[in-house]
């Protein structure tokens, strides 16, 4: 597992290559992906033809598309007042978990891989085969003795157990140490020391600066696991207004599916409220683009 | 003042490795709390036994005897072994096939279609789940209704001859795109100079993706595969969702991991849940071991 950074990435150098220097392009080829491209988008495409309908017009018109009476507003006020506005609580929990869990994740990870990748302690490979063996520790089998240390501890039914077992993420961990070893030079830390710069004003004010497109790639990988998390939060937390957006919606989906009747004005709730919840991260996906796909590239530059 | 002997270099370097302590200390603290040692209480609680009579008893590994015999259990192993056989193939084919096409340079509108298909591993796996209950459904299910528009008879993608196709089509789509971006990301990192050499020699770009591609793309198509492994025997939050839609066809044992969900927190027996739970996890460890070794058999 050594870094083989030998030529620079061909994401550096951009555009040019997506060009592929006037190469053939194929028809067949686009329009099969594009066929791809629909079948992903779909589902996405539905939801959001689905929230504008009411409980009648959900029913009664095609699903793929519009029907006559656009419900849209009138589905999010009441997305945003149902059960007395809990869903408002739902999206700042989410956001509360997500950001604190990622950012301290990813902070883990950035401190911990710069100093197995850049110090040369004993027990230092030990250690990391340890943290990349539990890689393959299936979340779920900790997640019950956890809930059970965790009830012992009164950690339970706080926001603490769902961002406690968050912070570890051995995966992260293992990225940014490749990341550290292609993206940070010794040659830079000799200087920072001669210059006399102590080891945590050089991580903070040059190591960090290096590891940026790594650390977002961490950060947002964990974002998007913890805010798309789900058993963890269903076992720690049972009050709901600590939910998280998704354990609130399987909540609400549950009700819409318990009979017919008047529980179906539910459903527009569940597809409305599931649209709102999804644009925060998917528009963070396409902000930091350049970001993460730089970030990526450079992970895989391993053999 | 032995101190005095060493090159102050070296001391300098020694002192220096220490510091490495400190950085790793703040993970590996976090990474024991949280990974060690539920684990470790997991493989502790394993062991006991709470009886009607007598409370919480030592039985040592009666649970898991228990277990190995237990046909619930069996036949959720069984299930989602299936379901890995047959969908992370699929979708890991795909993902390839995508990246591939993608990195060859010869589509239009390239970058908007790698974003379009990586869009759903944004969407959280219970919402994937609830949209694609709602698209199965009978009711207001466009899959249904199109059917019938046609004067087809619809097909009930919730019976149970259906229902793991079904669950295998919301992971697939949810997760071809984040594997297509990492082994398209992987593509990327492949220096040029292979391809130009490739390319003198007449390589077409079928020789080229079969020859140079897909063999650098080993290491990350390895780790899809495990995380794969990982994603498949632990299936949960799908079939969880599903169930309020068709209760007959998934059960609680439906797969390991609803099985222990519904140990430990309806029949409240956390020791065979733990039980259940370690073993689950020797299965994904035995798999994933098996699948690293396959591949790097193939190699030599």
Redesign the interface.
């Known amino acids: 597992m050594t870094v083989t950074a ?2 620079p ?3 550096a150098t951009g555009a040019a ?4 220097a006037g ?4 028809p067949l ?2 329009l ?3 066929a ?2 629909v ?3 779909l ?2 495409f ?2 959001v033809v ?1 929230a504008t309908k009411s409980t009648g017009a ?2 009664s018109s ?3 598309w519009f029907g006559d009476d656009f419900a849209l507003p009138a589905n999010v006020r009441n997305v945003f007042t149902a059960d007395g506005g809990v869903y408002v609580d739902w999206l700042l929990n989410t956001a509360m978990y997500a950001l604190v869990s990622a950012g301290g994740a990813a902070l ?2 950035a ?2 891989g ?3 990748a ?4 004993r027990g ?1 490979r030990l ?1 990391f085969g340890a ?1 990349l063996g ?9 997640v ?6 965790f009830s012992n501890v009164g950690l339970v039914n706080t926001p603490w157990a769902v961002i ?2 968050s ?2 993420n ?1 995966f992260g ?1 293992y990225l940014m140490r490749v990341y550290v070893e292609g993206a940070v030079p010794d040659s830079i830390l000799e200087a920072a ?1 001669i210059d006399g710069a102590g ?1 945590f004003r050089i ?1 903070r004010q040059v190591v960090l600066r290096l590891l940026a497109p790594g650390f977002v790639t961490v950060l947002l990988f964990t974002l ?1 696991a913890t ?2 998390n ?2 963890l939060p269903l ?1 720690m937390l049972n009050n709901p207004s600590l939910y998280p ?3 609130g ?2 909540n609400w ?2 009700r819409a ?1 318990v009979g017919g009747g008047g529980t179906g004005d539910v ?1 527009p709730l ?2 409305t409220g ?1 649209l709102l ?2 644009i925060p ?2 528009a ?3 902000m930091l ?1 350049r970001y993460w ?1 730089n970030g ?8 | 003042m032995s101190v005095m002997t060493v090159p102050p270099s070296r001391r300098a370097s020694a002192r ?9 200390a ?3 603290l ?2 024991v ?7 470790a ?2 493989g502790y ?1 394993s062991l006991f036994r709470e009886q009607l009579i007598g409370g919480v008893s030592f039985s040592g590994l009666d649970n898991y005897i228990q277990a190995l015999s237990d046909e619930r259990l069996l036949d959720g192993v069984l299930r989602v072994s299936r379901f890995f056989l047959v969908q992370v193939p699929i979708m890991l084919g ?1 993902a390839l096939s ?1 990246a591939l ?2 990195d ?10 790698r ?14 789940a ?3 209950s ?2 199965y459904g009978p ?4 899959i249904t ?1 199109l059917a019938e ?1 046609l004067g087809l008879p619809a097909p009930n993608l919730l019976s149970s001859d259906l229902m793991l196709g079904s669950v295998a089509n919301i992971v697939t ?1 949810e997760f ?2 984040y594997n297509m ?2 082994l398209y ?2 593509l ?6 292979l391809y130009e050499a490739a390319a003198v020699d007449g390589a077409g770009a079928w020789r080229i993706a079969w020859n140079v591609k897909i063999p650098a793309l080993r ?2 198509l390895l780790m899809a595969l ?1 995380f794969s492994v ?1 994603g498949s ?2 299936l ?2 799908e079939p969880e ?1 599903l169930q ?2 068709a209760p007959n066809v998934i059960d609680s044992a439906y797969t390991p ?1 609803m099985y ?2 519904s140990m ?2 309806i029949s409240q027996d ?1 020791n065979y ?2 039980a259940v ?2 073993l ?2 020797l299965v ?2 035995v798999v ?1 071991y098996t699948v690293q070794f396959a591949v790097a058999r193939r190699r030599t």
């Not at chain 1, 539990?134 to 900790?142: D, E, Q």
């Not at chain 1, 019950?144 to 240390?149: H, N, V």
């Not at chain 2, 990327?188 to 100079?193: F, G, K, Q, S, V």
């Open positions: 030998t030529a990435p061909r994401a290559h997506s060009a592929a190469r053939r392009r194929s080829l686009t099969g992906m594009l791809a491209f079948y992903f988008l589902p996405l539905w939801l689905a959900l029913f095609f699903g793929l883990l990870a401190l911990g710069y100093g197995f850049k110090f040369a302690f230092n250690l943290v539990a890689i393959m520790v299936p979340s779920t089998a900790l019950i003795p956890t809930y059970l240390i406690l077992p912070l570890a051995p961990l020391r080891e991580f998007v805010w798309n789900y058993f076992i957006v998704t354990v919606l399987a989906a549950a599916s459903i569940v597809v599931s919840s999804i991260l998917i963070a996906f396409l683009q796909q990526l590239t450079a992970g895989g530059v391993k053999q | 220096r490795n220490g510091v490495g302590y400190l950085f790793v703040p993970f590996l976090v990474f709390a949280m990974l060690v040692a539920p684990l209480y997991a609680l795909l995508f096409a993608l060859s340079g010869m589509m239009w509108l390239s970058r908007v279609i974003l379009g298909i990586f869009l759903p591993y944004a969407v959280p796996g219970v919402i994937a609830l949209m694609w709602y698209l009711q207001f299910g466009p209704q528009a789509w071809t795109g971006i990492i990301a992987a990327r990192a492949i220096p040029t100079e290491p990350a495990i990982i025997f632990q949960f939050n969702l309020r839609l991991n222990t969900y430990a927190f956390v849940a733990a739970s370690f689950l996890g994904i460890v994933s």
